[in-house]
């Protein structure tokens, strides 16, 4: 069992920037892949980077409509993971969440409780 808890969300001007923190504890030893979604209202929700380890390198992925702006990172002795958004745009308000494996080759069966950002014009 692996619990997140996310931290960071709030408001901010256009063109701003926002650093959002996931920290995993429990059991997660075997996790190698966290990642972060949002959704908007009248959205689907979905994922806008993620970030997966095999002990040796790491490798992340991002959404086109961040690219350039967001940047993920992982702090292994921590346990956690970061989204620093930069370049904010009012499209970027959603609800923000963290979500974590449990193994390798398992989708991603553990979330934050979310966390909003809102991004005024």
């Known amino acids: 069992q692996v619990q997140l808890i996310e931290s960071g969300g709030g408001l901010v001007q256009t063109g701003g920037s926002l650093r959002l923190s996931c920290a995993a504890s429990g059991r997660t030893f075997s996790t190698d892949a966290m990642g972060w979604f949002r959704q908007a209202p009248g959205k689907e929700r979905e994922i806008v980077a993620s970030i997966r380890w095999d002990g040796s390198a790491a490798y992340a992925y991002y959404a086109d409509s961040v690219k350039g702006r967001f940047t993920i990172s992982r702090d292994n002795a921590k346990n956690t993971a970061f989204l620093q958004m930069s370049a904010l745009k009012p499209e970027d308000t959603a609800v923000y969440y963290c979500?974590?494996?449990?193994?390798?080759?398992?989708?991603?069966?553990?979330w934050g409780q979310g966390t909003q950002v809102t991004v005024s014009s």
């Open positions: 979500a974590a494996n449990s193994g390798p080759r398992t989708g991603y069966n553990y």
